[in-house]
């Protein structure tokens, strides 16, 4: 008769070992790039780690033998094993597409339109003018003279600072090929940020991005919004991100094909904020890349 096993030891070792291997297989077929960031790799494989060597110092214990065990709460564990096999990892589609982050196009208008603040707390010049010069005392006439010089200096160095910055747009310049901005994924999130926030310096460059076509309600016939999914850290931040694209051969496109465009930035009025949109646009089909979102670098 043989000596009977610690089952719950047992129970332990499995669900160890199984979370481990869907990890694993998560990692080695890229599915776990529709839930997290790729920052976090490295603690997922440290994860993977620490659950195989749980289960390797429980194994011990399997031929200890324990009276009236209880395995029935472990079977909550069983519930998320079940579910990654019967569901597998899917990209998301079902978010919605917009234009541009609200923050950014924000940005744009303040740039644009300086606030009313600004305005009233000006010094009317008439004002200034009522001083009266002779007044002014030796200590306040030294202070002037202080301040006028420490003001031109700065002038000078902003001045000097000026000459020496590149625009945002030139930093670009090393992805052009024939003359087109040829963005891949690897730079896209900073390219779409820097467009928005620096439209005036785009206008006129042409540029060619992989993206998937979306329709929007107010958009018209000839229009659609090239865009792709941004994620920050995981799915649960995942928003959509597009640029506007006008294009004859708009009703030959269908929602959610993936299509490389090109096309010459230009400005557009939308819902009262200006924004990128693509003209003398060309497409040609794309193909699905193994990571489907962009992701965020900086933080």
């Given at each position: 008769m043989g000596r009977k096993k610690n089952m719950e030891a047992i129970?332990?070792?499995?669900?160890?070992?199984?979370?481990?291997?869907?990890?694993?297989?998560?990692?080695?077929?890229?599915?776990?790039?529709?839930?997290?960031?790729?920052?976090?790799?490295?603690?997922?494989?440290?994860?993977?780690?620490?659950?195989?060597?749980?289960?390797?110092?429980?194994?011990?214990?399997?031929?200890?033998?324990?009276?009236?065990?209880?395995?029935?709460?472990?079977?909550?564990?069983?519930?998320?094993?079940?579910?990654?096999?019967?569901?597998?990892?899917?990209?998301?589609?079902?978010?919605?597409?917009t234009i541009a982050n609200s923050d950014i196009v924000a940005s744009n208008s303040e740039q644009k339109n300086p606030n009313s603040e600004t305005d009233n707390n000006t010094i009317d010049g008439t004002d200034s003018d009522s001083y009266d010069s002779e007044s002014m005392t030796n200590e306040e006439a030294m202070a002037d003279t202080t301040d006028a010089t420490a003001s031109t200096q700065e002038n000078e160095q902003a001045n000097d600072i000026g000459e020496e910055t590149v625009g945002i747009s030139e930093k670009y310049a090393q992805y052009e090929v024939?003359?087109?901005?040829?963005?891949?994924?690897?730079?896209?999130?900073?390219?779409?940020?820097?467009?928005?926030?620096?439209?005036?310096?785009?206008?006129?460059?042409?540029?060619?991005?992989?993206?998937?076509?979306?329709?929007?309600?107010?958009?018209?016939?000839?229009?659609?919004?090239?865009?792709?999914?941004?994620?920050?850290?995981?799915?649960a931040d995942l928003v959509g991100y597009g640029i506007v694209c006008e294009t004859d051969i708009r009703s030959e496109l269908k929602d959610e094909e993936w299509i490389t465009v090109t096309g010459t930035i230009s400005e557009y009025e939308y819902n009262g904020y200006m924004v990128p949109l693509l003209t003398d646009v060309t497409i040609t089909e794309g193909e699905a890349p193994d990571v489907e979102y962009i992701y965020y670098n900086n933080y």
């Open positions: 129970v332990q070792v499995f669900i160890l070992i199984a979370i481990a291997c869907l990890l694993i297989d998560a990692m080695i077929s890229k599915k776990v790039n529709y839930y997290v960031h790729p920052r976090f790799y490295v603690g997922i494989w440290v994860s993977i780690i620490v659950l195989i060597l749980f289960a390797i110092s429980l194994i011990s214990k399997i031929k200890k033998a324990r009276h009236n065990v209880n395995i029935r709460h472990y079977m909550i564990f069983a519930i998320p094993l079940v579910a990654a096999l019967l569901f597998p990892a899917t990209g998301v589609n079902s978010k919605d597409m024939d003359g087109v901005m040829v963005i891949n994924d690897d730079i896209f999130a900073d390219w779409y940020c820097d467009v928005y926030d620096n439209l005036d310096e785009f206008v006129g460059k042409k540029c060619q991005y992989l993206a998937q076509v979306y329709s929007m309600e107010d958009f018209e016939e000839n229009q659609f919004l090239a865009g792709r999914y941004f994620m920050v850290c995981c799915a």
